[in-house]
């Protein structure tokens, strides 16, 4: 269906009352790509080519489909979780290796796949085993290691990381439900807040010891951002009430404010701790009898 785009420049297009102004905030590209959504196609045409193969073939076709449907599924959630992965300075290795599950699922459908047509066991084995290399030759290995920053103890890092993984799902859902109203001006205001969430978050990777000051935000604060997203979600999409639209906008104009308000002071205090090290560290090089020359 198609959608008119509104927002400030826009034909009588009007700003969000209260709120600054929109940001401009790079599109991210979806990790996964057409590489990986052509990896849908296969077990469609396996299970359209299994009809007429008897009871037994159809049952082992659609089996087979099912597999390299749930391989390709595996394989685009691996990627992007993969993309999450580096992206981060400090993060967990992903619970769940799904491109390496993914490349069993290809491997375990292509024995089925290629039994409806009549390969013997060995056959159907070997080819089993070549596409599942292949697959993983294509996509490689999930990340197997915890990423950590040197000078940063283990503890302080884990703490980072699982505050790191709730703040991102809270963000996640808040884009979630905005974008199924398919409304572009709101999936800009969230996709702005988002950015700005973003930077705190970096700004913690970055030095763990502003968890402290910042967990309020990135874990009281933004579940409520999730909460409030959901229930307005639901409440614009039944009634298109613009009071509440206003509202929702105000709020995310205040959120964005603190977020970034409290980020930059993170940063200040991280450069006053920084210019505090380099005095004392001078002082003790002075009293040792060193010299700059």
């Not at 401009?24 to 299970?47: H, K, S, T």
């Not at 749930?70 to 580096?86: F, I, K, M, P, S």
């Not at 302080?156 to 991102?168: K, P, T």
Request: some cysteine.
């Amino acid at each position: 269906m198609a959608q008119r785009f509104g927002g400030e420049y826009s034909p009588n297009g009007k700003a969000p009352t209260g709120a600054p102004p929109p940001r401009r905030v790079q599109a991210r590209p979806d990790p996964a790509g057409a590489r990986c959504n052509i990896l849908f196609l296969p077990p469609a045409l396996l299970a359209v080519m299994s009809f007429g193969s008897g009871a037994v073939g159809l049952a082992l076709g659609l089996v087979g489909a099912g597999l390299w449907t749930l391989a390709a599924w595996l394989t685009r959630e691996g990627l992007r979780a993969e993309a999450a992965y580096h992206e981060r300075k400090v993060a967990r290795r992903p619970a769940l290796p799904r491109k390496m599950l993914g490349s069993v699922a290809v491997g375990a459908g292509t024995v089925l796949a290629t039994s409806v047509h009549g390969s013997d066991i060995l056959s159907s084995a070997l080819y089993g085993v070549i596409a599942g290399a292949l697959h993983l030759g294509a996509f490689g290995f999930d990340p197997l290691r915890n990423k950590s920053m040197e000078g940063v103890d283990t503890f302080q890092q884990d703490r980072v990381a699982r505050v790191v993984d709730q703040a991102e799902d809270y963000l996640a859902t808040m884009r979630e439900h905005i974008a199924a109203l398919r409304d572009r001006a709101l999936s800009g205001r969230v996709a702005a807040f988002e950015a700005t969430a973003h930077e705190m978050i970096r700004t913690v990777e970055d030095d763990p010891r502003d968890l402290t000051a910042a967990r309020k935000f990135l874990g009281v604060y933004l579940m409520g951002a999730r909460d409030a997203s959901i229930k307005f979600a639901d409440l614009y999409a039944r009634t298109s009430d613009p009071k509440a639209r206003a509202d929702y906008e105000a709020l995310l104009a205040d959120l964005e404010k603190n977020f970034a308000a409290r980020t930059e002071k993170l940063l200040s205090d991280t450069s006053t701790d920084m210019t505090v090290e380099i005095e004392v560290l001078r002082e003790r090089l002075q009293r040792e009898g060193v010299r700059p020359e």
